[in-house]
Nanobody
Framework: QVQPVESGGGLVQAGDSLRLSCVAA????????MGWFRQAPGKERENVAAISWSGENSIVAESVKGRFTISRDNAKNTVYLQINNLQPADTAVYYC?????????????????WGQGTQVTVSS
């Protein structure tokens, strides 16, 4: 089992960049595909990026492709979400989660361990 813990959120201006980090405590981190989700007030939780256990394959949502990049460093038990050119619409709580799969997946039901989230707020 793993326990993801997110960090790196904050208050930024439109056009800025952020790198969110997720440390997943546990000896078997490399056995889990990982993903990033976000939930804005009044909206459903959505997957924005996912990455396979090896880091060789990844998925980025079409709505954020070109601005969001997911990566992982298994030696550090850490997954990252690089966000460039932040927009007010990106304001949300961002969650890191671990899936019981090898390959990257966008399905929420595949994720069995979730972090508490980190707030990202983007001003105009």
């Amino acid at each position: 089992q793993v326990q993801p813990v997110e960090s790196g959120g904050g208050l930024v201006q439109a056009g800025d960049s952020l790198r969110l980090s997720c440390v997943a405590a546990g000896r078997t981190f490399s056995n889990y595909a990982m993903g990033w989700f976000r939930q804005a007030p009044g909206k459903e939780r959505e997957n924005v990026a996912a990455i396979s256990w090896s880091g060789e394959n990844s998925i980025v949502a079409e709505s954020v492709k070109g601005r969001f990049t997911i990566s992982r460093d298994n030696a550090k038990n850490t997954v990252y979400l690089q966000i460039n050119n932040l927009q007010p619409a990106d304001t949300a709580v961002y969650y890191c989660a671990a899936a019981n799969t090898v390959g990257a997946t966008t399905r929420s039901s595949s994720y069995i361990y979730w972090g508490q989230g980190t707030q990202v707020t983007v001003s105009s």
